[in-house]
């Protein structure tokens, strides 16, 4: 599927954008990689790694329509990564969100209706399901605008879709490096928010092939929510740090105990597959599709009503040998 084609990855110089690259040129021999993103010394720093002859970098904002439609010229797919993503900032600068979650996300989709790009994939948060926050309320409203993108397309061929999932394991900014850095600062405890919170988790490499996956499987409209394991944060601090105790501190302004990726208000429109979930579009397109068929001929089923996936009633919990396992694989 994209031997030979043009992908675009906005805020590439991220986590996802470095690994995505490394699953994309291992497994395909696509004719050009752009990286899409505002900052010279990411894209020179990944330059001197990602130096292959497809590799592209370009320097520019989603903020910016017009340079966002430049970028994409004779592009086949795109991948959405680029967002502000640290809730703290967010709460305290909230128009800069705005401007770069739900602005920039609309500029993405008008650059790829006028350039005839074949496939979008917006990367979400499990914050948009419910948000309490406004990096959730942002990527829920970018969500809306992708999904709803597919009734602007007209005789084009361009596809929008959505793919959410939970924390990733080890990423920049997450919970894992900070505890870390805490236990070689010498640290004499853990914060923890609440003994009872959890998160969902999944690894890097296992978001890109979900994602990558999920171009063959989209017809436009759906947001993808795959199955991941569930973890105490409380069992998560012990697998790190064994001997030292933990203070709790309680839940931070936009935390919540439980994230959520299947809201029970959406239940009515879920479908559950072998590996994953589709929540379908609340709106009706001029195109209809029968998404309990994806283009991988795989068959989802009505979930019951009601039904709510968050990371509390999951029934895949990861132990701690998993996670450190699971970590491991991230440092490699």
Same mark, same amino acid.
């Given at each position: 599927?994209?031997n030979?084609k %043009?992908?675009?990855? %906005?805020g590439? %110089?991220?986590s &996802?954008?470095?690994k995505y690259v *490394?699953?994309?040129?291992?497994?395909y021999s696509? +004719?050009?990689?752009?990286i899409?993103?505002r900052?010279? =010394?990411?894209?020179f720093e990944?330059?001197?790694?990602?130096?292959? #002859?497809?590799?592209?970098?370009?320097i520019?904002?989603?903020?910016?329509?017009s340079?966002m439609?430049?970028? !994409?010229?004779?592009v086949?797919?795109?991948?959405?990564?680029a967002a502000?993503?640290?809730?703290?900032?967010?709460?305290y600068n909230? !128009?800069?969100?705005i401007? %770069?979650?739900?602005?920039g996300?609309?500029?993405?989709?008008?650059a790829?209706?006028?350039?005839?790009?074949?496939?979008?994939?917006? =990367?979400? $948060?499990?914050?948009?399901?419910?948000?309490?926050?406004?990096?959730?309320?942002?990527?829920?409203?970018? @969500?809306?605008?992708? /999904?709803?993108?597919n009734?602007m397309?007209?005789?084009?061929?361009?596809r929008?879709?959505?793919v959410?999932?939970?924390?990733?394991?080890?990423?920049?900014?997450?919970?894992?490096? &900070?505890?870390? +850095?805490?236990?070689?600062d010498?640290a004499k405890?853990?914060?923890i928010?609440?003994l009872d919170? $959890?998160?969902? !988790?999944? $690894?890097? *490499? @296992?978001g890109v092939?979900?994602?990558?996956?999920n &171009?063959?499987?989209?017809?436009?409209?759906?947001i993808?929510?795959?199955?991941i394991p569930?973890m105490?944060?409380?069992?998560?601090a012990?697998? =790190?740090?064994? *001997?030292?105790?933990?203070?709790v501190?309680?839940?931070r302004?936009?935390e +919540?105990?439980?994230?959520?990726m299947?809201?029970a208000?959406d239940s009515?429109?879920t479908?559950?597959?072998? *590996?994953?979930?589709?929540?379908? #579009?609340?709106?009706?397109f001029s195109?209809?599709? @029968?998404?309990?068929?994806?283009?991988?001929?795989?068959?989802?089923? #009505?979930?019951?009503?009601?039904?709510?996936?968050?990371?509390?009633?999951? $029934?895949?919990? =990861?132990?701690?040998?998993?996670?450190? +396992? !699971? /970590?491991e694989?991230?440092?490699?």
């Amino acid at each position: 599927m994209f031997n030979d084609k %043009t992908i675009l990855i %906005t805020g590439g %110089t991220g986590s &996802f954008g470095k690994k995505y690259v *490394d699953h994309i040129l291992a497994q395909y021999s696509p +004719k050009k990689v752009i990286i899409f993103s505002r900052d010279e =010394l990411k894209q020179f720093e990944m330059a001197q790694t990602y130096n292959a #002859p497809e590799m592209r970098y370009f320097i520019g904002d989603v903020r910016d329509e017009s340079r966002m439609k430049e970028a !994409m010229d004779g592009v086949d797919y795109v991948i959405h990564a680029a967002a502000l993503k640290q809730v703290p900032a967010a709460e305290y600068n909230p !128009m800069e969100c705005i401007k %770069t979650n739900i602005h920039g996300a609309q500029n993405v989709i008008q650059a790829a209706l006028a350039n005839g790009v074949q496939k979008v994939i917006a =990367l979400s $948060t499990d914050k948009a399901a419910n948000p309490v926050n406004l990096y959730g309320a942002t990527k829920l409203a970018s @969500d809306k605008l992708f /999904v709803a993108a597919n009734n602007m397309v007209g005789p084009r061929p361009t596809r929008f879709s959505v793919v959410r999932y939970g924390n990733v394991a080890g990423s920049r900014g997450s919970v894992v490096p &900070f505890f870390k +850095k805490l236990i070689a600062d010498g640290a004499k405890e853990l914060p923890i928010t609440h003994l009872d919170m $959890t998160r969902f !988790m999944i $690894t890097l *490499d @296992d978001g890109v092939e979900f994602v990558l996956k999920n &171009f063959h499987r989209m017809q436009g409209g759906e947001i993808f929510i795959p199955k991941i394991p569930s973890m105490k944060m409380v069992d998560l601090a012990k697998a =790190l740090a064994p *001997d030292l105790p933990h203070k709790v501190i309680g839940i931070r302004p936009g935390e +919540k105990l439980h994230e959520i990726m299947c809201p029970a208000d959406d239940s009515h429109l879920t479908l559950e597959f072998h *590996d994953h979930y589709v929540i379908m #579009p609340t709106i009706q397109f001029s195109h209809p599709s @029968d998404f309990t068929v994806n283009r991988l001929d795989e068959k989802g089923e #009505p979930v019951e009503q009601g039904f709510e996936y968050h990371s509390g009633n999951n $029934t895949d919990w =990861l132990s701690e040998e998993g996670f450190l +396992k !699971m /970590v491991e694989q991230v440092s490699e």
